[in-house]
């Protein structure tokens, strides 16, 4: 725990909560979102929001990759199973996703279903190579930080020639789903989500790198400052930001240099390159339609690719009503504004996938937080 | 031929035999299981008497029972198997109530095709247990089901036992100004039983903390008999326990985080797996909840035996109508500690 517990040290938040509430201005407020749902988790876990001036304050993005899932890819999952037997192995947060008519994985299992949970792609291949009269199916999801594993995984299943192996491929890009908040109306025109500046992601650097994000700090002259998942990581990255916008500044900082270059990895993404290819669109809960937003297998490895092995028919998905989950994912609407909200969704019945994974906004605001977020309240002044 | 001497053909293959049907069916083949493989383990003048049920006189004094089915997978785990944990279990939930624990009955639920050999090192592994814990195993039963119908053995272990006079523990009678103390580091157990899984095997030196805690909670009762709250954080962890019995007593609980006492491979573990130490299941520790002026006293007691040497006090009893347990958190924020929801799974990233 060595290198990890001396990120956590109170002592230094102390100090850093007086650096934030001495330089940030009173007289403006400071929305900061963060992408990326390992910091939603760790703003949550640790209660950073209680060490920040009134003013100050975190917007939860759409960071968290079983949120942003769509529930067409949910139902998708479900009919490889229903309509092919195969066995699906699982990363363990995408089991309790709802699909249509609130279906899950889990409930498939319940039901026959083979789905299995797996850790690493590696689990999946060996359970491919273990049931060679099965077709095994990886549920491929995450963004650039996930990639690379399942990149490796299917250049080693060519190598081992195995034939019951496929992917069923949901890998998602984060610069293009920051883009897209960017754009949005809600945003650009309308004013009616402000967001001040960005954390930028922590993992999903150390492959990406820095320098994707350089464009739209300068487009959309908002400042970015990568930062580490741990919570004076979050609380550096802050002070930061608000040092930033203070001298009006919208740079790409990076708080997390002890993981984040500006290249990232590049064998990683020499990987990625071989086997994947950009998605001409992608849709993303909440966001909607999202050009090039996501990446398939590439031709030359098409046996590997489920989504081709395997054709199912889907019926029209149809999202849970009344559910703020789309709205969520964008910081337009706080958890707290949804009518579903600790009602009649919980993470125990969850109706929207931000309910689900820690990561998700929904959840987070559940377990960790609730009793300082009454109905209507907002944290943010 | 001579019965007497010769009761069955053949002795029991307990190297390299397995469980068939026939060993739940009634006949022979069971009785020979029960006698040459049960009863030689446990052996107890209870058992000895060879009846459906076991006989004895009861204690004077308010008895308690509780009943505990083992399912756990792997069946064997660094600090322990099924069969211990079967004894510990069910002593530990007799003992929560501030109970002496007298005698527990076994159930067994085998698997066809199941090892004799793994059997008797479970049965051996109970019946020490029970020995050293002094609470023998007066009775039990023996089922085998058709192969894929189980996995493996599952054991149901029932535990009867007798309150001290003057000694009410009950989970509804945690007060604001009350003391929450644990008797040692979390998570153990859960953390070696992930480390044995299959699909997970890392190295650890953590063994589980699988344990009889009716030797320490009598010490306690002794020192303190006005104990307000006693269980033990098992499944879903101290964060479950607790919001039970914030729930039953109609009370909040404020924890502090840098109290709580969890071994560093514990925490690294559960860092890597995206798990929280909170939730993770323990088989050798008791939350225990008393009146502010004997949490030092009993603290001290606590440290003094072996199994509480770690022992701290980690939070108060507060008033609050919603029930909630927060917690001060090591960074000097607060947040909610929830009930756990589903299963607690591994995040992705």
Redesign the interface.
């Known amino acids: ?1 060595r290198y ?1 517990e001396e990120f ?1 040290r ?1 002592d230094l ?2 100090r850093l ?1 007086a650096a934030i509430a001495r330089e940030a201005d009173p007289a403006r407020q400071y929305r900061l979102m963060e992408f990326c ?2 910091h939603t ?1 760790a703003i ?8 920040m001036p009134p003013n100050v304050g975190f917007v939860h993005g759409p960071g968290c ?2 949120c942003v899932l769509p529930i067409a890819r949910i139902d998708h999952a479900i009919r490889l199973l229903e309509q092919h037997q195969v066995i699906l192995c699982s ?6 996703v709802p699909g249509s008519g609130r279906h899950s994985l ?1 409930k498939a299992k319940a039901a026959g279903a083979d789905v299995r ?3 690493s792609t590696r ?1 999946a291949l ?1 359970i491919a190579r273990q049931n060679p009269q099965r077709q095994v199916v990886f549920f491929a ?3 650039e ?2 990639t690379p594993p399942t990149a490796v995984a299917i250049r080693q299943a060519r190598e081992a020639g195995l034939k019951n192996f496929s992917v069923f491929c949901n890998h998602v890009l984060t610069p293009a789903a920051i883009h897209n908040i960017l754009e949005s109306p809600e945003v650009r025109e309308m004013g009616t989500v402000s967001i001040d500046g960005f954390f930028g992601p922590s ?1 999903v650097s150390a492959v990406i790198g820095s320098r994707p994000y350089e464009f739209f700090a300068e487009e959309f002259q908002r400042p970015v400052v990568i930062a580490g998942f741990e ?1 004076l990581d979050v609380m550096q990255s802050t002070l930061m930001l608000i040092r930033q916008l203070n001298e009006g500044r919208h740079e790409v900082e990076n708080e997390y240099t002890r993981v984040v270059s500006r290249d990232g990895n590049l064998k990683a993404q020499a990987l990625v390159a071989e086997v994947f290819e950009l998605r001409r669109r992608f849709e993303w809960r909440g966001l909607g339609e999202v050009p090039y937003s996501a990446l398939r297998i590439k031709r030359c490895y098409a046996e590997f690719d489920a989504e081709r092995r395997f054709a199912v028919t889907l019926a029209p998905a149809a999202e849970v009503r009344g559910c703020e989950c789309p709205r969520i994912l964008r910081g337009v609407k706080k958890p707290v504004d949804c009518r579903l909200f600790g009602n009649v969704c ?3 019945n969850p109706m929207g996938s931000c309910m689900v ?3 998700g906004a929904c ?1 987070a605001y ?6 300082r977020q009454p109905a209507g309240e907002e944290s943010v002044a | 031929m001579n019965a007497e001497v010769k009761a069955f053909a053949q002795r029991l293959d307990l190297k390299r035999g397995r469980v068939d049907m026939s060993h739940g069916s009634g006949g022979r083949a069971m009785a020979q299981l029960i006698e040459q493989l049960f009863l030689r383990h446990f052996d107890n003048e209870w058992l000895r008497q060879a009846n459906d049920q076991a006989s004895f006189a009861v204690a004077a004094g308010r008895m308690v029972m509780s009943t505990d089915g083992h399912v756990i997978s792997p069946l064997f785990f660094p600090g322990g198997d099924i069969g211990s944990l079967a004894v510990h279990g069910t002593i530990n939930d007799v003992a929560m109530s501030g109970a002496r624990p007298l005698f527990l009955s076994a159930g067994f639920i085998i698997e066809e095709g199941f090892p004799l050999a793994d059997l008797e090192r479970i049965v051996a592994s109970m019946a020490r247990a029970a020995r050293e814990a002094g609470v023998p195993v007066a009775t039990g039963d023996t089922k085998v089901v058709e192969r894929g119908k189980g996995d493996g053995v599952f054991i149901t272990t029932t535990g009867i036992g007798v309150v001290p006079p003057g000694v009410t523990i009950s989970g509804e009678l945690a007060r604001p100004g009350d003391a929450i103390l644990l008797s040692g580091n979390l998570g153990d157990h859960g953390v070696a039983i992930m480390s044995s899984r299959e ?2 095997e890392f190295d650890t030196r953590i063994v589980s903390d699988s344990a009889a805690l009716h030797g320490l909670v009598a010490a306690m009762v002794e020192a303190a008999p006005g104990i307000h709250c006693l269980r033990d954080p098992t499944r879903g962890g101290l964060a479950t326990t607790l919001n039970e019995l914030a729930r039953q007593s109609g009370v909040g609980m404020k924890l502090q985080e840098t109290a709580i006492p969890i071994d ?1 491979a514990v ?2 573990a559960s ?1 890597l ?2 798990l ?1 130490p909170l939730y993770i299941a323990n088989e050798g520790k008791l939350v225990c909840i008393c009146a502010g002026e004997d949490a030092g006293r009993l603290l001290h007691v606590m440290r003094q035996h072996p199994l509480g040497r770690r022992a701290a006090i980690v939070g108060e009893v507060i008033d609050d109508p ?1 029930a ?1 347990v ?1 917690m ?9 500690v ?2 756990l ?2 299963e607690q ?5």
């Open positions: 725990m990890v956590r109170r938040a102390q909560a749902g390992g988790h949550f876990r640790y209660g950073v929001q209680d060490l990759p079983v990363y363990g947060d995408m089991l309790r889990l949970m797996v850790y689990d060996n999801i995450g963004f930080t996930t993992h919570p919980t993470p125990d994974s820690s990561e959840a559940w377990s960790y937080g609730r009793f | 699909n997970l560093p925490s690294a860092e797996l995206g929280d919603h909630l927060q001060e958190t090591a960074f000097g924020g607060s947040r909610i929830d009930w929801s589903g799974l591994p995040r992705i990233c």
